[in-house]
């Protein structure tokens, strides 16, 4: 049986294309690109904030953005200037993000819960996030859901998503057809509906409920006419990516 | 005349309230025994530059020596969050510029070509300009399109950890360079702590940084652990988890005595 942690990189991988570029980040992000690499996407370009591009890493997965082993078996080893200007520039399709809160259109809180002036928690704040939500043509998130993360109105816009609907990136200046494209929790896979731009619930996990939806967001989720269960793991998925991790560093 | 320098001396020439750039990222290439020479001679008040910082940081955010904080970043990711900075800026010890990791590359790039602010992609609608004023915005003289600009960030010293240098100040970084280099020429001064102190003449490498960039040269072999210096050494795993644990006690045992 897949954990739910194993079930969400999974569908994580699914969704990285056969080629292009994904921005990626440690953790969850970095073992369902890893895993895309190793099943059906053999030529997606990762490129690491750290300024790795292209690596294909072997053993021990790293744990930091910026660890050497971001570029082994890489193309080139810049920057986080030179890597940060591909995604200003347009040449990075998928990213990644994660977040302390979240909205219905996708909108996220990386830096602060309560007051920015004065917080109750400080977080590490926008990274390379603000950067990767304003310009990756899909940005797939992935975090835990419950009623404090899926919050009505965020503490904080560190990443931009959707703002307040449809029409709103491109009216302040972010570039056309990029946005949140899926969010991927414990309990399923959302997309955002395209006239409305709010999430909305596409996939559930097998052994997850509608109610499981609701109860775990404090703003109101749509359901997708036509939802279904996700397909889950085949062998070989489940087998590559215990196998990526095999010292539990992610999965366990 | 050779730029090398103990680590004492080059800290002693950092003033109070310094504004200080340091280099590497994360856990990876910091200059950590430099910052723990900063914390013996408890320097106070300092401003930090840094991109993504991690260890640095939390270090000198335990040892209220931090006035405020330039970057995009304070945490150890998967690791968690810094929890002495964390501290800092919940008391109101530590005052956050908030950044993201590209407006603080935009900031010191301004200072490089010797303009007073630089124009930046992005961070439309994203409440870091709005709440922080960081970020402005103009109007394009040549389109009319607004425009995100930055304001100029100038290190008062750029501190780095290079693999290999020499008594020029010429040195060389093995893989990722990171903001290194763009923080060297923005500064007004540069102190860089390296790995191998070689001299002038047995170069095999190219040097990515002029001596002439430089002022001080510290021989710090394992001067960026427990963090990564690749690729001599990678991350001291039971040294960060010693200090995640403890902080205290990891840096009442580090500033006893000096390994450099």
């Not at chain 2, 723990?36 to 840094?50: A, F, G, P, W, Y």
Request: proline share 5%; charged share 20%.
């Amino acid at each position: 049986m897949a954990t739910d942690i194993e079930k969400m990189i999974i569908a994580a991988s699914r969704l990285l294309p056969k080629e292009g570029a994904v921005y990626v980040g440690t953790g969850m992000p970095l073992l369902a690109s890893v895993l895309a690499l190793k099943t059906h996407s053999p030529d997606l370009l990762l490129v690491y904030e750290g300024g790795g591009v292209g690596g294909k890493p072997t053993g021990r997965l790293p744990i930091q953005v910026s660890e050497s082993l971001t570029y082994e078996n890489g193309i080139i080893v810049g920057s986080m200037d030179y890597v940060m200007s591909l995604a200003q520039a347009g040449w990075i399709q998928y990213g990644f993000l994660g977040g302390a809160q979240i909205d219905v259109y996708g909108n996220l809180n990386t830096t602060v819960i309560g007051d920015w002036e004065q917080p109750k928690v400080r977080l590490p704040g926008s990274g390379g996030g603000a950067d990767i939500a304003s310009f990756c043509e899909k940005n797939i998130i992935i975090m835990r859901q419950d009623r404090q993360k899926f919050v009505k109105k965020l503490d904080f816009l560190t990443s931009p998503g959707y703002f307040s609907g449809p029409g709103e990136r491109e009216k302040r200046g972010l570039p056309a057809n990029t946005g949140p494209y899926r969010v991927i929790t414990q309990i399923g896979v959302y997309g955002f509906h395209p006239e409305t731009k709010r999430m909305t619930l596409l996939e559930l996990f097998t052994g997850k409920t509608i109610d499981d939806v609701h109860e775990n967001s404090s703003f109101p989720i749509d359901i997708s006419d036509n939802w279904r269960y996700v397909k889950e793991p085949n062998n070989e998925e489940l087998h590559t990516l215990r196998e990526l991790d095999r010292d539990g560093i992610v999965l366990a | 005349m050779s730029k090398l320098s103990s680590i004492q001396d080059a800290v002693q020439s950092i003033e109070n309230g310094a504004l200080l750039a340091l280099g590497g990222n994360a856990l990876h290439r910091s200059p950590i025994a430099f910052v723990l020479e900063l914390i013996r001679q408890e320097k106070k008040d300092l401003s930090l530059i840094k991109t993504a910082g991690a260890l640095d940081v939390d270090l000198l955010a335990l040892s209220k020596s931090i006035r405020s904080v330039y970057a995009g970043y304070i945490g150890f990711e998967m690791l968690g969050l810094a929890q002495n900075y964390r501290k800092g800026v919940q008391n109101g010890e530590i005052t956050v510029y908030e950044h993201a990791c590209a407006s603080v590359i935009a900031a010191l790039r301004a200072s490089i070509y010797g303009v007073s602010f630089q124009p930046i992609n992005g961070f439309d609608g994203s409440s870091l300009p709005e709440l922080t004023g960081l970020i402005k915005w103009i109007s394009c003289p040549f389109t009319n399109k607004k425009t995100a600009v930055v304001a100029a960030l100038k290190p008062d010293v750029t501190i780095i950890h290079t693999n290999i240098a020499d008594e020029k100040g010429n040195a060389y970084i093995d893989g990722s360079v990171y903001e290194d280099l763009i923080m060297v020429k923005a500064a007004r001064r540069t102190i860089i702590t390296t790995e191998k102190v070689i001299s002038s003449t047995e170069w095999k490498e190219k040097p990515q940084i002029p001596g002439f960039l430089v002022e001080r040269v510290v021989h710090a072999e394992k001067g960026a652990a427990p963090g990564s210096c690749a690729p001599l050494y990678t991350i001291d795993d039971h040294e960060v988890h010693s200090y995640l644990k403890n902080p205290k006690k990891y840096l009442e045992r580090k500033v006893a005595v000096s390994h450099v």
